[in-house]
């Protein structure tokens, strides 16, 4: 039996990285019941305007400047931390991601429980086999994003550490595809069909993976931080059904009469298929089916590119 969901109604939750694309859902949601503190930098001024208009306290803070944290609101909860800096600069990108983290849970010791979202990124490459949570660790994105997956890695182990150490309970998610009507990685895929420019995959076919629709991931949070635990709960996180990118991008050629063309490139992520066994038995399967998401990102972010019968009423 999957465990209940934790209940933020009224609870005051902070969420880092609240201005990009997998976070601005959930504040968007969450802030309709519960106290949402959203954190980032803010670079772009406009970005402090939209989180007001979602009902969320914008906090303007740097993750990898410690002083900056230190004005945090008091009595935060929960901690729901999406922030992750891609600078592909070592030391900005450890600072950030792998030690922003620790500085962050050290400053809220008295969270009831903290969401750290991780990556299927951490996998070492091991072709199309499921990686349970105790499969080697590998540095897996290092052709496309070289400071990626170590900075992820070693963010988990201050996590892991924090949480003992303060006595904060936390799950650690290993998040795979997230998609919905904000984008994701099948519509960048969208874009390049409609650009006629080939998609890159890894030769070993096909690429499987296990995309996560945003409606399914803010229904499993409040159920994560019911998971969470003094020693780290590290779970994965992604749709029940694995799909690949070869089935995605052709069932996205059925939607626009579009033709997916694809490149073999041996540098490609590959296969990060989840298994989704301990998934399942703390929170429960997906509902979302992928080629209803699919559909439903389409029609809300480019219409235009659907086939008429496809399109919205
Ligand atoms: N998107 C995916 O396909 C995918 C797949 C697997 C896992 N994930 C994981 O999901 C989480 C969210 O990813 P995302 O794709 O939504 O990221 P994103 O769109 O790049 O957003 C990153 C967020 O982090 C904030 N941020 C960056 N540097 C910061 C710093 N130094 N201090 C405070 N905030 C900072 C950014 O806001 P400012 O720039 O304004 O500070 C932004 O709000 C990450 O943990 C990522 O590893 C994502």
Same mark, same amino acid.
């Given at each position: 039996m999957a465990l209940a969901p934790i209940d933020l109604t009224d609870r005051r939750v902070l969420i880092t990285g609240a201005t990009g694309q997998v976070a601005l859902p959930v504040v968007a949601a969450y802030a309709k019941a519960a106290e949402v503190f959203a954190l980032a930098r803010f670079r772009r001024d406009e970005d402090v305007a939209r989180i007001r208009d979602l009902g969320a306290v914008p906090?303007?803070? !740097? %993750?990898?400047?410690?002083? *900056? %944290?230190? &004005? %945090?609101?008091?009595?935060?909860?929960? +901690?729901?931390?999406?922030?992750?800096?891609?600078?592909?600069?070592?030391? =900005?990108?450890?600072?950030?991601?792998?030690?922003?983290?620790?500085? %962050?849970?050290?400053?809220?010791?008295?969270?009831?429980? +903290?969401?750290?979202? *991780?990556?299927?990124?951490v996998y070492a490459y091991r072709g199309p086999a499921p990686h349970r949570e105790d499969a080697p660790l590998g540095d897996n994105h290092r052709a496309f994003f070289p400071t990626y997956s170590i900075s992820k890695i070693a963010a988990e *182990?201050? =996590?892991?550490?924090?949480?003992?150490?303060?006595?904060?309970?936390?799950?650690?998610? &290993?998040? *795979? =595809?997230?998609?919905? !009507?904000?984008?994701?990685?099948?519509?960048?895929?969208? =874009?390049?069909?409609?650009?006629?420019a080939p998609i890159v995959v890894h030769p070993e076919r096909p690429n499987l993976y296990n995309p996560l629709h945003v409606d399914d991931y803010l229904e499993k949070i409040p159920r994560l931080l019911a998971a969470a635990s003094i020693e780290t709960t590290t779970v994965n996180f992604g749709g029940s059904a694995p799909v690949s990118i070869e089935e995605w991008c052709a069932y996205l050629g059925d939607l626009t009469g579009l033709t997916p063309t694809f490149t073999d490139d041996p540098e490609a992520f590959g296969s990060l298929r989840l298994d989704t066994d301990r998934m399942h038995e703390l929170i429960g399967p997906t509902r979302v089916p992928w080629r209803e998401g699919v559909l439903r990102m389409v029609r809300a972010l480019t219409p235009d590119a659907l086939r008429p019968e496809h399109r919205p009423r």
């Open positions: 906090i303007r803070a !740097d %993750l990898g400047d410690p002083a *900056s %944290l230190r &004005r %945090l609101p008091a009595d935060i909860d929960y +901690v729901l931390d999406f922030a992750v800096a891609r600078s592909g600069r070592w030391d =900005v990108d450890l600072r950030t991601n792998a030690e922003g983290i620790g500085d %962050l849970m050290m400053q809220l010791p008295h969270a009831k429980a +903290v969401l750290h979202c *991780s990556s299927a990124a *182990s201050t =996590v892991r550490l924090c949480a003992r150490r303060l006595g904060v309970p936390a799950t650690i998610a &290993r998040l *795979s =595809v997230p998609y919905g !009507d904000n984008g994701g990685w099948p519509f960048y895929h969208l =874009v390049a069909m409609r650009n006629g």
